[in-house]
Protein backbone atom coordinates (compact mmCIF):
# COMPACT_ATOMS: atom_id res chain seq x y z
CA UNK A 1 0.00 0.00 0.00
CA UNK A 2 1.82 3.77 -0.73
CA UNK A 3 1.97 5.55 2.00
CA UNK A 4 -0.22 9.04 1.99
CA UNK A 5 2.25 11.94 2.25
CA UNK A 6 0.38 15.17 3.66
CA UNK A 7 0.49 18.19 1.50
CA UNK A 8 1.09 20.66 4.59
CA UNK A 9 4.05 18.11 5.12
CA UNK A 10 5.75 18.74 1.91
CA UNK A 11 5.19 22.15 1.94
CA UNK A 12 6.63 22.51 5.44
CA UNK A 13 10.22 20.89 2.99
CA UNK A 14 9.73 23.06 0.19
CA UNK A 15 9.43 26.15 2.37
CA UNK A 16 12.87 25.48 3.83
CA UNK A 17 14.40 24.97 0.88
CA UNK A 18 12.79 28.03 -0.90
CA UNK A 19 14.64 30.61 1.06
CA UNK A 20 18.31 28.47 0.87
CA UNK A 21 18.74 28.99 -2.90
CA UNK A 22 22.53 27.79 -2.76
CA UNK A 23 20.30 24.30 -1.90
CA UNK A 24 20.19 22.47 1.13
CA UNK A 25 21.27 18.86 2.32
CA UNK A 26 18.86 16.10 4.21
CA UNK A 27 20.43 17.29 7.26
CA UNK A 28 19.98 20.67 6.87
CA UNK A 29 16.45 20.42 5.94
CA UNK A 30 15.51 18.30 9.60
CA UNK A 31 17.27 20.92 11.64
CA UNK A 32 14.83 23.76 9.41
CA UNK A 33 11.75 21.85 10.36
CA UNK A 34 9.99 22.84 13.71
CA UNK A 35 8.83 19.31 14.02
CA UNK A 36 11.70 17.00 11.81
CA UNK A 37 9.83 13.34 11.14
CA UNK A 38 12.32 10.43 11.69
CA UNK A 39 15.15 10.23 9.17
CA UNK A 40 13.56 7.28 6.84
CA UNK A 41 10.41 9.52 6.59
CA UNK A 42 11.67 12.62 5.91
CA UNK A 43 13.87 10.91 2.73
CA UNK A 44 10.77 9.32 1.39
CA UNK A 45 8.75 12.38 1.60
CA UNK A 46 12.14 14.66 -0.13
CA UNK A 47 12.11 11.55 -2.67
CA UNK A 48 8.35 12.31 -3.69
CA UNK A 49 8.91 15.79 -4.16
CA UNK A 50 11.73 15.40 -6.58
CA UNK A 51 10.27 12.92 -8.22
CA UNK A 52 7.11 15.19 -9.32
CA UNK A 53 10.05 17.67 -9.92
CA UNK A 54 9.00 19.96 -7.01
CA UNK A 55 12.30 19.89 -5.90
CA UNK A 56 16.01 19.19 -7.58
CA UNK A 57 18.70 16.72 -6.41
CA UNK A 58 22.12 17.66 -6.72
CA UNK A 59 24.85 14.77 -6.08
CA UNK A 60 24.18 11.80 -4.47
CA UNK A 61 24.10 10.17 -1.01
CA UNK A 62 24.58 12.13 2.25
CA UNK A 63 25.66 15.01 0.13
CA UNK A 64 23.11 15.34 -1.85
CA UNK A 65 21.46 18.71 -2.19
CA UNK A 66 17.84 19.52 -2.82
CA UNK A 67 17.25 22.82 -4.17
CA UNK A 68 13.69 24.33 -5.63
CA UNK A 69 13.59 24.12 -9.32
CA UNK A 70 15.67 26.82 -11.04
CA UNK A 71 15.19 28.79 -14.26
CA UNK A 72 17.49 30.44 -16.48
CA UNK A 73 19.80 33.29 -14.43
CA UNK A 74 20.06 35.62 -17.80
CA UNK A 75 17.53 38.51 -16.92
CA UNK A 76 14.43 39.19 -19.60
CA UNK A 77 12.34 42.41 -20.02
CA UNK A 78 8.94 43.09 -19.15
CA UNK A 79 7.50 46.21 -21.13
CA UNK A 80 4.23 46.61 -20.21
CA UNK A 81 2.18 49.85 -21.15
CA UNK A 82 1.40 51.59 -17.66
CA UNK A 83 1.25 55.41 -18.32
CA UNK A 84 -2.32 55.45 -19.95
CA UNK A 85 -2.36 58.90 -20.87
CA UNK A 86 0.86 58.80 -22.85
CA UNK A 87 0.98 54.70 -23.89
CA UNK A 88 4.63 55.22 -22.92
CA UNK A 89 6.23 51.34 -21.91
CA UNK A 90 8.39 51.51 -18.87
CA UNK A 91 11.16 48.70 -19.05
CA UNK A 92 11.16 46.76 -16.22
CA UNK A 93 13.70 43.82 -16.11
CA UNK A 94 12.62 40.69 -14.49
CA UNK A 95 14.50 37.75 -13.67
CA UNK A 96 13.80 34.35 -15.12
CA UNK A 97 12.06 33.36 -12.15
CA UNK A 98 9.83 36.63 -11.92
CA UNK A 99 8.83 36.00 -16.17
CA UNK A 100 7.93 32.19 -14.83
CA UNK A 101 5.68 33.14 -11.63
CA UNK A 102 3.84 35.96 -14.22
CA UNK A 103 3.08 33.18 -16.22
CA UNK A 104 1.60 30.35 -13.36
CA UNK A 105 -0.57 33.83 -12.16
CA UNK A 106 -1.90 34.60 -14.80
CA UNK A 107 -3.65 31.67 -15.64
CA UNK A 108 -7.18 31.34 -15.05
CA UNK A 109 -7.61 30.75 -11.01
CA UNK A 110 -9.71 28.19 -12.14
CA UNK A 111 -6.36 26.46 -13.07
CA UNK A 112 -4.54 27.33 -10.16
CA UNK A 113 -4.35 25.37 -7.36
CA UNK A 114 -6.17 26.79 -4.32
CA UNK A 115 -3.87 27.33 -1.00
CA UNK A 116 -4.04 28.30 2.61
CA UNK A 117 -1.68 30.15 4.85
CA UNK A 118 1.48 28.73 4.81
CA UNK A 119 3.45 29.19 8.07
CA UNK A 120 6.46 26.91 7.41
CA UNK A 121 6.91 30.56 4.43
CA UNK A 122 7.36 32.71 7.90
CA UNK A 123 9.00 29.80 10.35
CA UNK A 124 11.56 29.30 7.98
CA UNK A 125 12.77 32.54 7.44
CA UNK A 126 15.86 32.98 9.42
CA UNK A 127 16.54 36.70 10.27
CA UNK A 128 20.33 37.79 9.22
CA UNK A 129 21.39 33.64 7.70
CA UNK A 130 18.42 33.80 5.36
CA UNK A 131 17.58 36.22 2.28
CA UNK A 132 15.07 37.47 0.22
CA UNK A 133 17.89 39.86 -1.52
CA UNK A 134 21.37 38.65 -2.64
CA UNK A 135 24.16 40.23 -1.03
CA UNK A 136 24.90 41.71 -4.46
CA UNK A 137 21.42 43.12 -4.36
CA UNK A 138 21.91 44.59 -1.07
CA UNK A 139 25.30 46.23 -1.60
CA UNK A 140 23.83 47.70 -5.00
CA UNK A 141 20.78 49.57 -3.14
CA UNK A 142 22.84 50.96 -0.08
CA UNK A 143 25.34 52.41 -2.75
CA UNK A 144 22.45 54.20 -4.59
CA UNK A 145 20.67 54.90 -1.34
CA UNK A 146 23.08 56.42 0.56
CA UNK A 147 23.53 60.02 1.51
CA UNK A 148 25.78 61.95 2.91
CA UNK A 149 24.06 62.15 6.40
CA UNK A 150 24.12 58.74 7.70
CA UNK A 151 24.93 60.17 11.71
CA UNK A 152 22.36 62.79 11.56
CA UNK A 153 19.05 62.15 13.52
CA UNK A 154 16.60 59.52 12.03
CA UNK A 155 14.47 61.00 9.73
CA UNK A 156 16.72 63.75 8.23
CA UNK A 157 17.19 62.62 4.47
CA UNK A 158 13.13 62.21 4.70
CA UNK A 159 12.46 65.67 6.16
CA UNK A 160 14.64 67.36 3.60
CA UNK A 161 12.40 66.13 1.07
CA UNK A 162 9.25 65.66 2.68
CA UNK A 163 7.05 67.60 0.86
CA UNK A 164 7.85 65.72 -2.73
CA UNK A 165 7.81 62.77 -0.43
CA UNK A 166 4.09 63.14 0.88
CA UNK A 167 2.86 63.77 -3.01
CA UNK A 168 4.62 61.08 -4.43
CA UNK A 169 4.44 57.95 -2.33
CA UNK A 170 0.76 59.21 -1.34
CA UNK A 171 -0.19 59.03 -5.34
CA UNK A 172 2.22 56.37 -6.13
CA UNK A 173 1.04 53.88 -3.33
CA UNK A 174 -2.80 54.78 -3.80
CA UNK A 175 -2.44 54.49 -7.82
CA UNK A 176 -1.50 50.68 -6.63
CA UNK A 177 -4.63 50.12 -5.03
CA UNK A 178 -6.55 51.64 -8.29
CA UNK A 179 -7.63 54.99 -7.03
CA UNK A 180 -8.35 57.42 -9.60
CA UNK A 181 -6.69 60.70 -8.64
CA UNK A 182 -3.95 62.08 -11.02
CA UNK A 183 -0.87 62.84 -9.65
CA UNK A 184 -1.49 66.68 -10.39
CA UNK A 185 -5.22 66.02 -8.43
CA UNK A 186 -2.72 64.45 -5.66
CA UNK A 187 -0.47 67.31 -5.43
CA UNK A 188 -3.49 69.97 -5.22
CA UNK A 189 -5.21 67.92 -2.41
CA UNK A 190 -2.16 67.55 0.01
CA UNK A 191 -0.85 71.34 -0.72
CA UNK A 192 -4.21 72.73 -0.66
CA UNK A 193 -6.74 70.28 0.28
CA UNK A 194 -8.75 70.82 -2.83
CA UNK A 195 -10.52 67.93 -3.79
CA UNK A 196 -10.78 67.09 -7.78
CA UNK A 197 -14.36 67.06 -8.79
CA UNK A 198 -16.32 64.16 -9.78
CA UNK A 199 -14.35 61.69 -7.80
CA UNK A 200 -15.04 59.14 -5.47
CA UNK A 201 -14.73 60.17 -1.43
CA UNK A 202 -13.05 57.57 -0.61
CA UNK A 203 -10.02 58.21 -3.54
CA UNK A 204 -9.41 61.40 -1.48
CA UNK A 205 -9.48 59.79 1.63
CA UNK A 206 -7.20 57.10 0.36
CA UNK A 207 -4.44 59.75 -0.32
CA UNK A 208 -5.12 62.14 2.58
CA UNK A 209 -4.13 58.98 5.22
CA UNK A 210 -1.48 58.24 3.35
CA UNK A 211 -0.62 61.74 4.17
CA UNK A 212 -0.94 61.24 7.43
CA UNK A 213 0.82 57.68 7.53
CA UNK A 214 3.90 59.52 5.76
CA UNK A 215 4.12 62.53 8.50
CA UNK A 216 3.94 60.00 11.06
CA UNK A 217 6.51 57.89 10.07
CA UNK A 218 8.43 61.04 9.50
CA UNK A 219 7.93 63.09 12.74
CA UNK A 220 8.56 60.36 14.64
CA UNK A 221 11.40 58.68 12.92
CA UNK A 222 13.27 57.81 16.12
CA UNK A 223 10.54 55.75 17.96
CA UNK A 224 9.07 53.77 15.42
CA UNK A 225 9.93 50.46 14.34
CA UNK A 226 8.36 47.35 13.60
CA UNK A 227 6.59 47.18 16.80
CA UNK A 228 3.20 46.60 17.56
CA UNK A 229 2.94 51.02 18.81
CA UNK A 230 4.05 51.37 15.02
CA UNK A 231 2.28 49.18 12.89
CA UNK A 232 -0.83 49.51 14.30
CA UNK A 233 -0.70 53.33 14.54
CA UNK A 234 0.17 53.20 10.49
CA UNK A 235 -2.95 51.16 9.97
CA UNK A 236 -5.09 53.27 12.03
CA UNK A 237 -3.89 56.48 9.50
CA UNK A 238 -4.15 54.68 6.47
CA UNK A 239 -7.32 53.06 7.27
CA UNK A 240 -9.16 55.47 8.79
CA UNK A 241 -12.76 56.73 7.78
CA UNK A 242 -12.32 53.82 5.20
CA UNK A 243 -13.41 50.11 6.87
CA UNK A 244 -16.99 49.57 7.67
CA UNK A 245 -16.45 49.13 11.22
CA UNK A 246 -14.86 52.04 12.85
CA UNK A 247 -13.43 50.09 15.55
CA UNK A 248 -11.24 48.15 13.05
CA UNK A 249 -8.89 50.60 12.35
CA UNK A 250 -5.43 49.83 13.99
CA UNK A 251 -6.44 46.40 14.86
CA UNK A 252 -6.26 43.13 14.01
CA UNK A 253 -8.74 41.35 12.54
CA UNK A 254 -10.88 38.86 14.23
CA UNK A 255 -13.00 37.24 10.96
CA UNK A 256 -12.44 36.19 7.66
CA UNK A 257 -10.94 37.51 4.45
CA UNK A 258 -11.57 36.84 0.94
CA UNK A 259 -9.06 37.43 -1.96
CA UNK A 260 -10.06 39.31 -4.68
CA UNK A 261 -9.10 37.11 -7.75
CA UNK A 262 -6.69 34.82 -6.05
CA UNK A 263 -7.32 31.31 -4.96
CA UNK A 264 -5.48 31.78 -1.48
CA UNK A 265 -7.49 31.89 1.67
CA UNK A 266 -5.35 33.48 4.58
CA UNK A 267 -5.65 32.70 8.02
CA UNK A 268 -9.38 32.97 9.60
CA UNK A 269 -8.38 32.20 13.54
CA UNK A 270 -7.74 35.39 15.59
CA UNK A 271 -5.05 33.22 17.73
CA UNK A 272 -3.10 32.40 14.89
CA UNK A 273 -3.21 35.97 13.41
CA UNK A 274 -1.94 37.50 16.28
CA UNK A 275 0.60 34.98 16.97
CA UNK A 276 1.90 35.07 13.60
CA UNK A 277 1.77 39.09 13.35
CA UNK A 278 4.22 39.11 16.78
CA UNK A 279 6.29 37.00 14.54
CA UNK A 280 6.86 39.16 11.58
CA UNK A 281 7.24 41.66 14.03
CA UNK A 282 10.53 39.99 16.40
CA UNK A 283 11.61 38.41 12.93
CA UNK A 284 11.41 42.26 11.05
CA UNK A 285 13.46 43.73 14.17
CA UNK A 286 16.25 41.34 14.10
CA UNK A 287 17.24 41.64 10.54
CA UNK A 288 19.96 44.16 10.30
CA UNK A 289 20.33 45.11 6.60
CA UNK A 290 17.65 47.97 6.05
CA UNK A 291 16.81 46.93 2.52
CA UNK A 292 15.86 43.20 3.32
CA UNK A 293 14.27 44.79 6.16
CA UNK A 294 12.08 46.19 3.67
CA UNK A 295 11.48 43.29 1.35
CA UNK A 296 10.48 41.59 4.08
CA UNK A 297 7.77 43.76 5.29
CA UNK A 298 6.59 43.69 1.60
CA UNK A 299 5.90 40.00 1.56
CA UNK A 300 5.11 38.89 4.78
CA UNK A 301 2.49 41.64 6.13
CA UNK A 302 -0.05 41.15 3.18
CA UNK A 303 0.64 37.60 3.09
CA UNK A 304 -0.68 37.11 6.97
CA UNK A 305 -3.78 40.13 5.86
CA UNK A 306 -3.33 40.61 9.81
CA UNK A 307 -6.05 43.38 9.42
CA UNK A 308 -10.02 43.72 7.71
CA UNK A 309 -8.44 45.43 4.76
CA UNK A 310 -5.68 47.76 3.66
CA UNK A 311 -2.87 45.28 4.08
CA UNK A 312 -0.89 45.93 1.05
CA UNK A 313 -1.14 49.37 1.75
CA UNK A 314 0.37 49.18 5.33
CA UNK A 315 3.04 47.14 3.61
CA UNK A 316 4.48 49.70 1.48
CA UNK A 317 4.69 52.23 3.88
CA UNK A 318 6.29 49.82 6.39
CA UNK A 319 8.79 49.35 3.83
CA UNK A 320 9.78 52.82 4.30
CA UNK A 321 10.06 52.38 8.31
CA UNK A 322 14.10 50.93 8.00
CA UNK A 323 15.05 53.62 5.16
CA UNK A 324 13.53 56.61 6.91
CA UNK A 325 15.40 55.41 10.38
CA UNK A 326 18.36 54.76 8.55
CA UNK A 327 18.99 58.30 6.47
CA UNK A 328 18.27 56.13 3.13
CA UNK A 329 16.83 57.46 0.26
CA UNK A 330 12.79 56.29 0.38
CA UNK A 331 10.72 53.99 -1.69
CA UNK A 332 8.33 55.67 -3.41
CA UNK A 333 6.98 53.11 -6.00
CA UNK A 334 7.42 55.69 -8.89
CA UNK A 335 6.20 54.02 -12.26
CA UNK A 336 5.43 50.51 -10.95
CA UNK A 337 2.72 48.92 -12.66
CA UNK A 338 0.10 47.90 -10.80
CA UNK A 339 -0.71 44.59 -13.44
CA UNK A 340 2.83 44.15 -12.29
CA UNK A 341 2.58 44.53 -8.40
CA UNK A 342 -0.84 42.47 -8.33
CA UNK A 343 0.69 39.30 -10.29
CA UNK A 344 3.80 39.73 -7.74
CA UNK A 345 1.92 39.77 -4.53
CA UNK A 346 0.04 36.95 -6.06
CA UNK A 347 3.47 35.19 -6.45
CA UNK A 348 3.69 35.28 -2.81
CA UNK A 349 0.08 34.30 -1.75
CA UNK A 350 -0.25 31.34 -4.36
CA UNK A 351 3.35 29.98 -4.83
CA UNK A 352 5.02 31.37 -1.87
CA UNK A 353 7.58 32.59 -4.42
CA UNK A 354 9.51 36.30 -4.08
CA UNK A 355 11.39 36.52 -7.06
CA UNK A 356 9.12 39.21 -9.02
CA UNK A 357 8.18 40.73 -6.04
CA UNK A 358 11.94 41.07 -5.22
CA UNK A 359 12.48 42.37 -9.04
CA UNK A 360 9.77 45.08 -8.72
CA UNK A 361 11.13 46.12 -5.27
CA UNK A 362 14.90 46.15 -6.83
CA UNK A 363 13.64 48.61 -9.49
CA UNK A 364 11.29 50.90 -8.15
CA UNK A 365 14.35 51.63 -5.30
CA UNK A 366 16.98 52.59 -7.48
CA UNK A 367 14.51 54.63 -9.48
CA UNK A 368 13.42 56.33 -6.14
CA UNK A 369 17.03 56.67 -5.23
CA UNK A 370 17.87 58.47 -8.03
CA UNK A 371 14.86 61.10 -8.09
CA UNK A 372 15.41 61.57 -4.32
CA UNK A 373 18.99 62.03 -4.80
CA UNK A 374 18.81 64.90 -7.71
CA UNK A 375 15.59 66.66 -5.25
CA UNK A 376 17.93 66.85 -2.78
CA UNK A 377 20.92 68.32 -4.76
CA UNK A 378 18.99 70.78 -6.14
CA UNK A 379 17.92 71.83 -2.54
CA UNK A 380 20.87 72.84 -1.66
CA UNK A 381 22.67 71.63 1.83
CA UNK A 382 20.32 71.77 4.60
CA UNK A 383 20.49 75.18 7.18
CA UNK A 384 21.77 73.08 10.30
CA UNK A 385 20.44 75.44 12.70
CA UNK A 386 16.54 74.69 11.12
CA UNK A 387 17.42 71.06 10.70
CA UNK A 388 18.57 71.20 14.89
CA UNK A 389 15.37 73.45 15.75
CA UNK A 390 13.00 71.92 13.11
CA UNK A 391 10.46 70.54 15.79
CA UNK A 392 10.46 73.98 18.00
CA UNK A 393 10.15 76.11 14.60
CA UNK A 394 6.98 74.11 13.39
CA UNK A 395 5.07 74.11 16.60
CA UNK A 396 6.06 77.91 16.75
CA UNK A 397 4.31 78.92 13.34
CA UNK A 398 1.29 75.91 13.90
CA UNK A 399 0.49 78.07 17.23
CA UNK A 400 0.58 80.80 14.83
CA UNK A 401 -1.55 80.17 12.22
CA UNK A 402 -3.74 78.21 14.68
CA UNK A 403 -4.07 81.37 16.41
CA UNK A 404 -5.14 83.05 13.39
CA UNK A 405 -2.46 85.95 14.35
CA UNK A 406 -1.69 88.90 12.53
CA UNK A 407 1.99 90.03 11.87
CA UNK A 408 1.96 92.22 15.19
CA UNK A 409 0.29 89.32 17.02
CA UNK A 410 2.76 86.89 16.09
CA UNK A 411 5.80 89.11 16.65
CA UNK A 412 4.80 89.41 20.44
CA UNK A 413 4.19 85.77 20.47
CA UNK A 414 7.41 84.40 18.96
CA UNK A 415 9.58 86.49 21.49
CA UNK A 416 8.03 85.18 24.71
CA UNK A 417 7.84 81.49 23.73
CA UNK A 418 11.48 82.18 22.42
CA UNK A 419 12.23 83.68 25.72
CA UNK A 420 10.79 81.16 27.67
CA UNK A 421 11.63 77.79 25.23
CA UNK A 422 15.01 79.12 23.45
CA UNK A 423 18.44 79.50 25.28
CA UNK A 424 19.89 82.96 25.01
CA UNK A 425 22.69 82.47 22.65
CA UNK A 426 20.19 80.85 20.29
CA UNK A 427 17.21 83.71 20.95
CA UNK A 428 17.67 86.26 18.15
CA UNK A 429 18.35 83.47 15.07
CA UNK A 430 15.66 81.15 16.08
CA UNK A 431 13.04 84.64 15.95
CA UNK A 432 14.53 85.43 12.55
CA UNK A 433 13.89 81.96 11.23
CA UNK A 434 10.46 81.25 12.96
CA UNK A 435 9.37 85.09 10.85
CA UNK A 436 11.23 84.18 7.85
CA UNK A 437 8.94 80.66 7.92
CA UNK A 438 5.62 82.42 8.66
CA UNK A 439 6.69 85.35 5.33
CA UNK A 440 7.26 82.15 3.14
CA UNK A 441 4.22 80.28 3.98
CA UNK A 442 1.56 80.23 0.99
CA UNK A 443 -1.36 77.87 -0.07
CA UNK A 444 1.11 75.32 -1.78
CA UNK A 445 3.55 75.25 1.35
CA UNK A 446 1.23 75.22 4.90
CA UNK A 447 0.68 70.97 5.32
CA UNK A 448 3.52 70.31 6.79
CA UNK A 449 2.97 72.60 9.66
CA UNK A 450 0.10 70.42 10.22
CA UNK A 451 -3.31 73.13 9.93
CA UNK A 452 -5.88 72.47 8.05
CA UNK A 453 -7.28 74.28 4.75
CA UNK A 454 -9.34 76.23 6.54
CA UNK A 455 -6.86 76.96 9.82
CA UNK A 456 -4.63 78.46 7.05
CA UNK A 457 -7.00 80.61 5.13
CA UNK A 458 -8.26 82.49 8.38
CA UNK A 459 -4.80 83.31 9.35
CA UNK A 460 -4.17 84.20 5.91
CA UNK A 461 -6.71 86.87 6.11
CA UNK A 462 -5.69 88.00 9.44
CA UNK A 463 -1.97 88.06 8.27
CA UNK A 464 -2.72 89.83 4.85
CA UNK A 465 -4.62 92.93 7.13
CA UNK A 466 -3.01 96.54 7.27
CA UNK A 467 -3.00 98.65 10.62
CA UNK A 468 -5.55 101.01 9.85
Request: net charge negative; hydrophobic share 40%; glycine share 6%.
Amino acid sequence: MVRRIREEDLQAIEGAVRIHPEGMTAQQIAEALDDAPPRRTLQYRIKSLVDSKRLNMEGSGRWARYRMPQFRTIRAYALIAEDKGTGNLVGLPLSSAGVEIRARVQQPATARIPVGYDRSFLDSYRPNATFYLSEAERSRLREIGNAPIADEPAGTYAKQILNRLLIDLSWNSSRLEGNTYSLLDTARLIEAGEEAEGRDRRDAQMIINHKEAIAFLVDTAGDIGFDRYTILNLHAALADNLLPDPDAAGRLRRSGVGIAFSVFHPLEVPQLIEECFDQILAKASLIDDPFEQALFAMVQFPYLQPFEDVNKRVSRLAANIPLVKANLAPLSFEDVPRELYTEAVLGVYELNRVELLRDAFVWAYERSARRYGAIRQSLGEPDPFRMRHRTEIRTLVSDVVRGGMDKGGASDHIAAWVEQHVDEPERERFCEVAERELLSLHSGNFARYRVTPGEFAAWHEAWQQRKA
